[in-house]
């Protein structure tokens, strides 16, 4: 039966379990249409543009 030669810390393991657990932001990128900022692989939420197709129609914008 393995017997464990060295006990390892709680900090030392919740220093290594840091690492992965660390949340990255999200990238934006500039809409090629209107270049507002959007999220990759999304609908542009202001101009409703996709890959050079309009999948939504406009906002009506209020005066």
Same mark, same amino acid.
């Given at each position: /039966? ?18 992965? /657990? ?16 959007? /999220? ?24």
């Amino acid at each position: /039966m393995g017997v464990q030669q060295n006990r390892r810390s709680k900090a030392r393991n919740r220093r290594r379990r840091a690492v992965v /657990m660390k949340l990255e932001s999200p990238n934006f990128i500039q809409c090629p249409k209107c270049h507002e900022y959007k /999220m990759p692989h999304r609908v542009c939420p202001e101009c409703g543009f996709y890959n050079d197709t309009q999948v939504i129609q406009e906002k009506q914008k209020a005066k």
